[in-house]
């Protein structure tokens, strides 16, 4: 994120705090049809055009640093293994043997000299997913080996973040990040390890949770301490990004600026937060603000310069979603003496005995005291939005609801769902469920 970028940024917040309206000429939102969030038609769209075509995260590079290591890969509702080749390049198979249909892996997490599938003993390459070896080769008449592999999907790793795609004529990951990967930089996403991973099952559809993170109108009702609330939701600023994916700049409020020791909002510090180790290029505005980034479709992460998390979103059923979120810290040795004085403003986490994870069997918790205090602040945030979140799902479904209206606040949802409708295909929505394609021209390019 450079000078000018936050500069712009803090001059946007002004005018956010300014402004008596939305902004002259922005358009009306008719409501967003409930039938996205509750309809059979809906999820089956989503399922043929949205999941099998879209960049999502898988893990991270270090989570598989030798040569044949490798993970199981669920929460696209597909079997995949992502694997380390003899190469040292990192790439993605379907676990599925071409021989009657067996994983050819069991375990979760591993490493391996060959995916030999254990049902007959047929035996792939870790790095091509070629057929190398097949038991009684003599019956098959015809076998042409060269025509089973393992069948591969894309792999591409950005900053040692692993994403996978089903569809091998997507842009390539980097065009898919846009800008986000150069305005992230300042992360230093190579160095960093993974601390904690939590996930939870919430009885909702995969959007409600995806939507309670684009937007922070709701931030001041349910996660206020004793009245007092962290953010000020009306300086908010938001930067619709290509591809469905946005950015949220949040001010502190009054109070949570006299605790950062900032004179007003955008009184920006090198604040350090004791007691972690820092990542020493986050710029300020980010160490003095709530910044977000969303990453369409099932991707969110609210920033910090001591370590943040990665918030993903997995549609199990229509009316299920496993949100899952992993923390990354400078990889480096934090101290664990002083109390963190942190303020808290992002999301938490609760673990449940259901809701364990693939990235949760990789690695357990390696948590100080002072990030063992950040998780339960976490986790308690997380906790209120969960509690929020569970009976939308029914209420959504009630003959009551009408349909659901969103304000300029709450822009960064309307721009998701109209990415959503350019990746199922606008015509293929019907006219009653599409929401209009109104916000091309605010998005930055
Ligand atoms: S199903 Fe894999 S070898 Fe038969
Ligand atoms: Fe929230």
């Not at 597909?78 to 994983?103: E, L, M, S, W």
């Not at 300020?284 to 980034?293: K, L, Q, V, W």
């Not at 990789?362 to 950040?374: E, I, K, S, Y």
Request: charged residues 25%; aromatic residues 10%.
């Amino acid at each position: 994120m450079d000078n000018d970028l936050v500069e712009r940024l803090r001059t946007e917040m002004r005018y956010e705090f300014e402004r008596t309206a939305p902004p002259d000429g922005f358009p009306a939102f008719h409501d967003i049809p409930v039938g996205r969030h509750i309809s059979d038609e809906f999820w089956d769209l989503e399922q043929a055009h949205l999941w099998p075509k879209v960049w999502v995260l898988a893990g991270r590079s270090e989570d598989i640093p030798g040569v044949g290591d490798y993970f199981l890969f669920d929460d696209l509702r597909q079997p995949i293994i992502v694997v380390r080749g003899k190469d040292a390049v990192v790439r993605a198979f379907y676990n599925t043997c071409q021989h009657r249909g067996a994983p050819v892996v069991r375990e979760q997490v591993g490493s391996a000299r060959a995916f030999r599938c254990q049902y007959h003993s047929w035996t792939y390459d870790i790095s091509s997913g070629a057929l190398i070896n097949v038991p009684d080769e003599r019956d098959f008449v015809g076998l042409d080996k060269a025509e089973r592999c393992l069948q591969t999907l894309r792999c591409e790793v950005w900053d040692n973040w692993i994403f996978v795609n089903q569809d091998h004529e997507a842009p390539s990951l980097a065009d898919w990040l846009g800008p986000i990967a150069p305005q992230l930089a300042e992360l230093q996403g190579t160095s960093l390890r993974t601390i904690a991973r939590r996930s939870e099952v919430v009885a909702c559809n995969w959007k409600i949770t995806a939507e309670a993170f684009l937007e922070v109108y709701h931030f001041r009702h349910i996660h206020s301490r004793n009245g007092d609330t962290l953010l000020d939701n009306r300086g908010a600023t938001m930067g619709l990004l290509p591809n469905g994916s946005s950015r949220m700049i949040t001010p502190f409020s009054k109070s949570a600026c006299a605790a950062f020791g900032m004179d007003d909002w955008d009184d920006w510090q090198h604040v350090v937060t004791p007691g972690f180790a820092d990542i020493a290029t986050v710029n300020d505005m980010i160490r003095c603000t709530s910044s977000a980034y969303s990453l369409f479709p099932n991707l969110i992460t609210p920033l910090a310069a001591y370590g943040f998390p990665f918030i993903t979103f997995w549609p199990i059923d229509k009316r299920t979603t496993r949100i899952t979120w992993t923390h990354y810290a400078p990889n480096s040795a934090p101290p664990n003496s002083a109390p963190p004085n942190s303020a808290d403003h992002d999301c938490k986490t609760v673990p449940s005995a259901d809701s364990e994870s693939a990235a949760e069997r990789r690695a357990g918790d390696v948590l100080t005291p002072a990030w063992q205090r950040r998780m339960d602040t976490f986790d308690q945030i997380m906790a209120e939005d969960f509690a929020n979140l569970a009976p939308m799902q029914r209420s959504l479904e009630s003959p009551a609801m009408r349909g659901i209206p969103i304000n300029y606040q709450e822009r960064r949802i309307w721009h998701f769902h109209e990415q959503l409708d350019r990746m199922i295909g606008i015509e293929r929505v019907p006219p009653e469920l599409r929401v209009a394609q109104l916000l091309d021209r605010y998005v930055e390019r």
